[in-house]
């Protein structure tokens, strides 16, 4: 939460200043962030700026978006990153990142994609995304992009009325950085948005870094579980740097049996359905070429109005409650144990990136129990 308690149900709270770092830990800090600055200075040189050409396949429509920023009153405020390589790259990859053209002319998007494995499989993803944040902080502030969002290459975008800017934080809340979604298994990050600033460089860094300093098996999808990983620390999100949204908004999955969609809704993913993947992207692909309209619904007459300012509702609600916790276990300690149990349970469903979503429960059923347990424990005290 944001303060210096931090809610454990293992443990009873503590009110103390953070301890500063020691010379050792301060001297491994700089060394690594020395190791990745060299890192990011050599992605810059090599592959911040793809061609077309290392694809074999013409995405100039997409990539150019940004140079043409003068044709609107404003610069883009948000970029979409993915990446698309191999020779020759997936037809069907290549149809679902061209779905994004309306969409990002619309609202003016800019869109960036990796046409060179850089780093390795799933480490072009966090390694690519660290080059884009140096590259836009560089920059005078009034020329930066200020938010990325980055989109799997099997995902499709199916509604282009609908603004992802809807979803962005107030700009009363300036802390939060990561934008994200989970479903059974905990973190999705097969889309999420990252604001460009020096947290997200930390927590890339971190992220790709952790199998140097870890014997930890990260699994299959490896930069999501080290990002996970790290955005779990407390100092990555105890000034509610990281926040999770629900999935239903922008990360909707195409199951075997059915699209847990409804006809207005942003997009479509894919993951985890192997070879069944293709027949379903090459029939929303169809769909989404020939009739357009059909799925091109104003965002007044979508769910995401209402959602998203329910959404903000939970949160703050949410904020207020931990914030009585926290004076109440500073003060007395007669419920402290149930006190303590909800409000742990709350800050998971704010920030905890190994909750878990199954499908068909939606996050504000988890904000509306949690709360409600907290509310609950603290008219009891």
């Known amino acids: 939460m944001p303060s210096n308690m931090v809610f454990n149900s293992a443990s009873k709270p503590t009110f103390r200043p953070k301890p500063a ?49 003068d044709d609107h009153a404003s610069s883009p405020r948000i970029a979409k990153v993915s990446m698309l390589y191999g020779s020759p ?55 930066r992009i ?31 950085s990561f934008l994200g979604n989970r479903d059974h298994v905990g973190i999705n990050t097969g889309t999420f948005f990252l604001r460009v600033c020096p947290w997200s460089i930390r927590m890339l860094s971190k992220a790709i870094a952790l199998p140097m300093f870890t014997d930890l098996d990260l699994g299959f999808s490896v930069d999501q579980t080290a990002m996970a990983l790290v955005m779990n ?13 629900p999935r239903e908004w922008y990360n909707l999955y195409q199951f075997k049996d059915h699209w847990e969609g409804d006809v207005g809704d942003l997009l479509v993913h ?48 949410s904020l207020d409650l931990l914030a009585q916790a926290s004076e109440y276990l500073r003060t007395d300690q007669q419920n402290s144990k149930n006190v303590l149990d909800s409000a742990d349970a709350v800050e998971h469903v704010l920030w905890g990136t190994e909750l878990s979503v199954p499908p068909g429960v939606h996050l504000f059923e988890l904000y509306g129990n949690r709360t409600q347990w907290l509310q609950h424990n603290l008219t009891m005290t």
């Open 89 to 143: 790259p997936n037809p069907s990859y290549v149809r679902a990142l061209k779905s994004h053209r309306a969409h990002n002319e619309r609202w003016n998007y800019a869109m960036e994609v990796l046409q060179q494995d850089i780093s390795g499989g799933y480490w072009n993803k966090p390694s690519y995304l660290l080059s884009l944040l140096v590259r836009e902080l560089a920059k005078p502030p009034g020329e």
């Open 270 to 317: 894919f993951p985890g359905l192997e070879a069944d993947r293709w027949g379903w992207m090459e029939s929303w692909l169809d769909q989404v070429e020939r009739y357009p309209e059909r799925l091109d619904v104003p965002l007044e007459k979508t769910k995401y109005p209402k959602e998203v300012d329910k959404f903000w509702d939970y949160f703050h609600q």
């Open 146 to 176: 200020e938010w990325l969002m980055w989109v799997d290459a099997d995902l499709i975008l199916v509604n282009p009325s609908v603004p992802l800017e809807i979803f962005l934080p107030p700009s009363s809340l300036p802390s939060i």
């Open 233 to 245: 620390e407390t100092e990555f999100h105890a000034q509610g740097e990281t926040l999770f949204q």
């Open 21 to 69: 770092p020691s010379r050792t830990r301060a001297a491994r800090t700089i060394l690594m962030v020395g190791f990745f600055v060299l890192t990011v200075i050599f992605l810059l040189r090599s592959y911040a700026y793809p061609t077309a050409q290392a694809a074999n396949v013409d995405l100039s429509a997409l990539l150019n978006r940004k140079q043409r920023a």
